[in-house]
């Protein structure tokens, strides 16, 4: 009996520093010891040593959102942005139209400036490790559309000179460049579209491939001579159907180029039903899948909603839900509540670093995910 609590106080304090690796084995050896059940360590007592140490591990991680909407960003962004524990993340700035993206650009300009103790606009991956160094947070600029460029190649010039580091070439519809991803006809990219990858790649701005149908998703994967990147989506074996998912053969194709794919959290993105068949495990398959395809030094984490949250932002069945409908073809297939709950709050990367860790990931690869990747990413890209 002795013995067997001297094993379990070794074991235990191997657990702190091993603790995935240990909990499958001390629960056995719980199991077969023959000790008080008033004395049996608890399964909540090994839970909480795992998680403290993925706690401890993710402050020192480099934590790279792919996607935040700032739209109405006010004083509860900044609060949960505290709480996030980011060293960066990319922003999805107004794409209608020259004029309203150099606004929106200015307006961001200012709210860094009169906040740097707290934000830096970055425009190279240099500018995200400082952020880390200082405990404030990167802000990367970039469109969910082209539309901004207007009908002048010359313009990208201008967005990349007011600090654009990543641009999506479509949203859903067509544009000037090529097909969306809900697009009638899927003819891939025009040859204005080919000309500005080639504009894109020779300033140093990320060629985003999100929302674009699949030719143009192709088109964009084979024509840009740097990785393109899936700033932010899902795996299509796993959701299949769904206009806004990547297939295998394209995950691979991006990652041979070298480039990322942002696993959405979008939870109506993630699969059917939330809630019952679709929960938080479900959006880490979604990671361990392109993992497979890509490798470990392919993807990454990206929101695509307020960095508060969906629910502390206020969305509502009538006001979120209900103008969806007609906004999105019914392929889109939302939901209601859209939102996966461990996602949908600031430390939403918490708790997939402890799934992460949970399914036997090591501390560097956890790391990789979190952020490191897209910090290889914008390395690799910007040339600023």
């Not at 609590?5 to 077969?32: D, M, V, Y």
């Not at 007592?45 to 401890?56: F, S």
């Not at 159907?241 to 297939?247: G, Q």
């Amino acid at each position: 009996m002795e013995k067997n609590r001297r094993n379990l106080i070794k074991l235990l304090s191997i657990g702190t520093i091993f603790p995935t690796q240990i909990a499958s084995t001390f629960a056995s050896i719980l199991e077969s010891v023959d000790i008080n059940p008033n004395q049996r360590l608890s399964n909540n007592l090994i839970t909480n040593l795992q998680d403290t140490k993925i706690e401890e591990l993710y402050k020192k991680a480099m934590v790279i959102d792919g996607l935040i909407i700032p739209k109405g960003w006010n004083k509860d962004s900044f609060d949960a942005l505290a709480k996030t524990g980011y060293s960066g993340f990319g922003t999805s700035l107004l794409s209608g139209n020259l004029k309203s993206a150099l606004k929106n650009i200015t307006e961001w300009d200012n709210r860094i400036k009169n906040n740097s103790d707290v934000l830096i606009k970055a425009t190279s991956a240099a500018d995200f490790i400082r952020a880390k160094k200082e405990d404030k947070t990167a802000v990367l600029y970039g469109f969910q559309n082209a539309t901004m460029m207007e009908k002048s190649i010359k313009n990208l010039d201008t967005l990349y000179d007011a600090g654009t580091r990543w641009i999506q070439l479509t949203y859903n519809q067509r544009n000037l460049l090529g097909d969306g991803s809900t697009e009638r006809t899927d003819c891939g990219l025009s040859d204005f579209g080919i000309e500005a990858i080639e504009r894109m790649n020779e300033l140093g701005i990320m060629i985003d491939l999100s929302h674009c149908g699949k030719e143009t998703t192709n088109d964009g994967i084979k024509f840009s001579k740097t990785g393109a990147c899936f700033n932010h989506t899902m795996c299509e074996s796993l959701y299949k159907n769904h206009p806004r998912s990547k297939t295998d053969a394209q995950i691979k194709a991006m990652a041979d180029k070298g480039g990322i794919m942002g696993v959405i959290c979008l939870g109506y993105m993630i699969g059917p039903e939330l809630g019952t068949k679709t929960t938080l495990e479900t959006y880490v398959d979604h990671i361990d899948h392109v993992v497979k395809i890509a490798g470990i030094d392919h993807v990454g984490v990206a929101a695509d909603f307020a960095i508060q949250g969906l629910q502390a932002t206020g969305a509502t069945k009538e006001n979120w839900y209900e103008p969806r409908l007609t906004k999105f073809k019914p392929s889109y297939k939302v939901q209601w509540p859209p939102w996966i709950p461990e996602l949908d709050k600031p430390d939403r990367y918490l708790q997939v670093a402890k799934i992460l860790d949970k399914r036997g990931y090591s501390t560097g690869d956890v790391e990789k995910i979190l952020g490191l990747n897209w910090l290889r990413y914008f390395k690799d890209t910007l040339k600023s």
